[in-house]
């Protein structure tokens, strides 16, 4: 009886780690590739290389914003992109701090390298109804550690200076 006992614990314990393996970590999907401008304080041509994942809870996708495509690229933000209903409900003092992005695309040439250029097109368009909000956590061209305060970042204020 302890044999069997132990063999079927066993197997179940495999079955298990089986089902820990198959298990997406939250870092899985970051598949999206955005390179876009004007997304780096005090560098207007500086390359913001966005990463994203979209189906998170509240319909948001989440974009990694990196100061290049290298392996040792660093974190420098974060953006959230929500649709126009998710954006009409916020108050307006939370509405200032968000971006138009049918308003922002046509100033930051943005590509997407790991797209075609139809893919590409129509991407565009299913994100121009939509708003961005971004905090940036390094000032990257300043800056070898990520010192001071992390900022929400104004992508319309940086297009006037």
Not at 30 to 49: N, V
Request: net charge negative.
């Amino acid at each position: 009886m302890y044999k069997i006992s132990s063999i079927a614990f066993g197997i179940a314990c495999l079955a298990g780690a089986g089902a820990a393996v198959a298990h997406e970590p939250p870092t899985a999907g970051w598949t999206i590739h955005i390179d876009a401008k004007r997304h780096i304080a005090g560098d207007l041509d500086a390359i913001a290389h966005h990463y994203c994942k979209g189906g998170l809870p509240g319909g948001v996708t989440a974009c990694q914003l990196y100061d290049s495509d290298e392996e040792n690229a660093r974190l420098i933000g974060v953006e959230f992109i929500i649709g126009a209903d998710a954006y009409a409900a916020l108050p307006e003092t939370e509405q200032a701090l968000w971006h138009y992005h049918k308003e922002e695309i046509v100033q930051l040439d943005p590509s997407l390298p790991d797209m075609t250029e139809e893919e590409a097109e129509e991407f565009v368009k299913s994100i121009e109804e939509t708003y961005g909000k971004i905090f940036l956590v390094w000032d990257s061209p300043k800056d070898e550690l990520p010192v001071g305060q992390p900022q929400a970042y104004d992508i319309a204020d940086n297009a006037k200076r």
